[in-house]
């Protein structure tokens, strides 16, 4: 049998992983810059979560959702402080698809309504209504398409509130920041007026925080840089370091009621005991702390580098824009530099997610790198 070839790869296979560095089956060591899509919050293979985890394996990796599982309160109790969002109760599952097919799904039950409100250029994942409120028509089936959605401009209250009147509408669902789409972000009176305006006409505010969130922003969800009070929040990539993991915030203003959702994997005691094992690490290095910090050094350093056109995103969800397409300078970095980097659907954007334990001396090696792979280009390019 062969794999589904869905992906196309780079020619890399790592085999280990620590901290801010990857290893491949040839001994190469590669700086990590984007923590396998802004996965890695905590750093690859930190010590105390890996016993952590084989601590829990051996006690007990698995059992169903119907007996008690004191480890998904605990993971409650400790995420609703870390976050300070102490007023919400979690539903634990396992991808990010998953958190916001789980978020929409709770704002239809909620309002009784169907439609959704996305906006251009979002990506919520590859499940039904998640794909469906996606604005990529290209990994949209003909089923996924028949959702009700309207794709509107970001920023654009108008045409938000002009939806949101016809009172057909369950939810609006945003980005705190955008990640696929290229760290295109709303602004703060945005946000501020979705929320008003949602609560205007009945329907839930959903943040997606599946990439956004966890520190990366340098506050625990980007939503609290603008003071507002969401419905529904969805997290995963950050919250396991690697380990499957995802789930939503609901606002202890909506009820629960049994079989409402459901799921057989999620929030298993592996899961608990790795998300728990993150917010710990996340505490005691003070790694939201890190992120600030390391961003303050990172955007001033870049400034050294004359042809980037602009620096976009928060914290440790950083986009780096040039006015040409970044796939030839990301394969310089990976093959020439060893720098892993990542893409969006902006093909002049370069994406840089690394795990939040990241060091500046990191960063100078990035930019001293960056600034040798664009001198070698453009002098490739002027010898031709
Ligand atoms: C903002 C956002 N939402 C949802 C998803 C989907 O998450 P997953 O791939 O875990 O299903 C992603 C993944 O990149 C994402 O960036």
């Known amino acids: ?43 690859h293979s930190h010590k105390e979560y890996v016993s952590a985890l084989s601590r829990q394996l051996g006690q007990m990796g698995f059992y169903s959702n119907s007996i008690k599982n004191p480890l998904q ?14 007023d919400y109760n979690l539903f634990l599952c396992n991808s990010g698809a998953e958190a916001n097919e789980n978020a929409l799904k709770m704002a239809s039950f909620e309002t009784g309504k169907s439609k959704i409100i996305a906006f251009e250029k ?50 609006v669902i945003i980005e705190g920041i955008q990640g696929v789409g290229g760290l295109n972000e709303g602004s ?33 969800f980007s ?20 380990f499957p993991v995802g789930g939503i915030l609901i606002s202890n ?50 400034k050294e580098i004359q042809n980037i056109k602009s620096v976009k995103g928060k914290g440790l969800m950083m986009g780096i824009s040039f006015d040409f397409p970044v796939s030839e300078l990301r394969k310089a970095l990976i093959f020439d530099e060893h720098i892993f980097t990542g893409g969006s659907s902006d093909p002049n954007l370069l994406r840089l997610l690394p795990p939040l334990s990241i060091g500046t001396d990191e960063i100078d090696r990035f930019v001293d790198a960056l600034k040798r792979v664009l001198t070698r280009i453009s002098n490739t390019k002027n010898s031709i």
């Open 1 to 43: 049998m062969e794999l589904f070839e869905v992906y196309p790869l780079y020619d890399v296979t790592p085999v280990s992983a620590k901290g801010c560095y990857v290893i491949d089956n040839l001994g190469q060591k590669y700086l990590d810059l984007y923590g396998g899509h802004g996965v890695i919050s905590i750093g």
């Open 73 to 86: 309160e605990a993971l409650a109790h400790k995420l609703g402080k870390v976050s300070k969002c102490e």
């Open 122 to 171: 979002a990506f919520h994942g590859r499940t039904s209504a998640a794909v469906a409120v996606t604005d990529n028509p290209k990994i949209n089936a003909p089923l996924n398409s028949q959702h009700k959605v309207a794709f509107l401009p970001l920023n654009d209250e108008i045409a938000v509130e002009r939806e949101l009147s016809k009172n057909d509408v369950a939810a």
């Open 188 to 220: 703060g009176d945005f946000f501020r007026s979705l929320e008003k305006l949602c609560k205007k006409y009945g329907a839930m505010l959903i943040l997606d925080e599946i990439q956004s969130g966890y520190g990366r922003s340098g506050k625990f």
């Open 223 to 242: 939503f609290q840089h603008h003071g507002i009070h969401p419905d529904i929040i969805s997290m995963a990539k950050g919250m396991g370091n690697g």
């Open 253 to 302: 203003s909506i009820n629960a009621s049994y079989g409402m959702l459901g799921t057989t994997f999620g929030g298993n005691h592996l899961a608990c005991a790795a998300a728990l094992s993150v917010l710990d690490i996340i505490e005691k290095e003070q790694l939201i702390d890190n992120v600030r910090e390391v961003s303050r050094h990172f955007l001033k350093r870049i």
